[in-house]
């Protein structure tokens, strides 16, 4: 009986093995694709959700212009600390969490894509393995250098907002004083 089995699946035709490999090729794609859609909702909403509390701070400020100069200043100091510090959070949840969940699952599919004539006889599904792997190691399609790891897209995005947070701190501090 047991070599029936190995007989059969030895036996698979073409057309069987390249269904069901394109069934896992799909779902790994889906998956992959779920995180991607995660973090981009994650760093739009984040852009939506700084810009109404800038826009609350804009409109506390401007009702008690004339009150308490002092006051004001130092309110904006800290609200705008607060907004920085809640950006680099946002920052750290994207790139140690969210984004590693995606560097995971693709790379679960680079793998699958170039091991795809000996997927049949090794029957591994690795997407977990790999995902799990991102949180431990980084990999090889990675940028190499240090100024590759801290000049790219992902850190970008985050570098232009808070440097613009940091300049109007800076501006506050300035006026303030």
């Not at 069934?23 to 810009?51: C, P």
């Not at 506390?60 to 680099?88: D, H, Q, R």
Request: aromatic content about 12%; overall charge positive.
């Amino acid at each position: 009986m047991e070599n029936d089995k190995k007989q059969n699946d030895n036996n698979i035709n073409k057309k069987d093995f390249d269904e069901y490999y394109f069934k896992v090729w799909k779902t790994y794609e889906h998956v992959a694709m779920h995180f991607n859609d995660l973090i981009i909702r994650l760093r739009i909403q984040s852009i939506g959700g700084l810009a109404a509390l800038a826009t609350i701070l804009g409109i506390v400020l401007k009702s008690n212009k004339g009150n308490n100069e002092t006051f004001n200043y130092g309110f904006a100091i800290l609200a705008i600390s607060f907004l920085i510090l809640c950006w680099i959070a946002i920052w750290i949840l994207d790139l140690c969490y969210y984004n590693r969940l995606l560097e995971g699952s693709v790379n679960a599919i680079l793998e699958l894509e170039k091991n795809k004539e000996s997927f049949l006889e090794k029957k591994k599904i690795n997407l977990s393995r790999n995902i799990e792997r991102a949180f431990k190691v980084r990999f090889e399609h990675e940028e190499k250098g240090w100024k590759d790891r801290i000049f790219n897209g992902r850190n970008g995005f985050y570098l232009i907002v808070l440097s613009a947070l940091v300049f109007i701190l800076l501006s506050t501090i300035v006026l303030c004083i």
